[in-house]
């Protein structure tokens, strides 16, 4: 299988899932890593590990629609089975859900439903949760709504700041979004409506 990972920034789950591919000789590798942001430092982790990097950089695009082709056409170089979004920071067009329907995955650091959007951490404590956590899903064309394939919980600790939280959390998306990608990888996962089901009844 033919894995693209997106990123905008650090990379650190695209890290996670490159070691992991190699660690645990997954029937897969990951063919491309491309950022919207030229300086994402991912980039240098990618291109360091021999694997192939690429930049579409979305301030050269007057639109949305415009991007996201662009985007696609550089995917597509690279003939993915599935694309995982870690840590990409850009909305996407139906046009570009639909494509990839079903071999998109996204990690989205709050446990949905609760918190879609921006500021997960923030808004966590600020609503006194004592649970927070992560949720790596299928992307569909409502922002981070589409099926649930695992979520990991931290606590919420007395004293915690955003950044205390976020590096809690970050800790287990690091552990859930390889296990995702290699259950896809493994043709694990049964996807039907909403539910997803692992094939081996692994929880
Ligand atoms: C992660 O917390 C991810 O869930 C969120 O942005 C962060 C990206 O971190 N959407 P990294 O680029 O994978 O290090």
């Excluded at 597509?76 to 870690?86: C, E, I, N, T, W």
């Excluded at 949760?129 to 992560?134: H, L, Q, S, T, Y």
Aim: charge should be neutral.
């Amino acid at each position: 299988k033919r894995i693209v990972i997106l990123i905008s920034g650090r990379g650190s789950n695209m890290e996670a899932v490159v070691r992991a591919c190699h660690a645990e000789g997954w029937p897969a590798q990951v063919a491309a890593v491309i950022s919207n942001r030229p300086q994402a430092a991912g980039l240098q982790f990618a291109a360091s590990h021999g694997i192939a990097t690429g930049v579409v950089d979305h301030t050269r695009y007057a639109s949305r629609e415009a991007f996201d082709e662009a985007l696609a056409q550089e995917i597509d170089r690279h003939r993915p089975d599935l694309v995982v979004l870690a840590g990409f920071m850009r909305i996407l067009t139906p046009a570009f859900v639909s494509r990839y329907a079903g071999r998109l995955l996204n990690i989205h650091p709050s446990l949905l439903p609760a918190f879609p959007g921006l500021h997960t951490h923030r808004r966590a404590i600020e609503a006194g949760c004592k649970i927070a956590g992560a949720t790596v899903h299928f992307v569909t064309a409502e922002l981070d709504h589409g099926p649930i394939v695992i979520q990991a919980a931290v606590p919420v600790l007395p004293g915690d700041d955003e950044a205390a939280l976020a590096a809690r959390v970050l800790a287990k998306e690091h552990v859930i979004y390889p296990r995702a990608v290699r259950w896809f990888v493994e043709d694990a996962l049964q996807v039907d409506g909403l539910q997803v089901r692992h094939r081996t009844g692994e929880p």
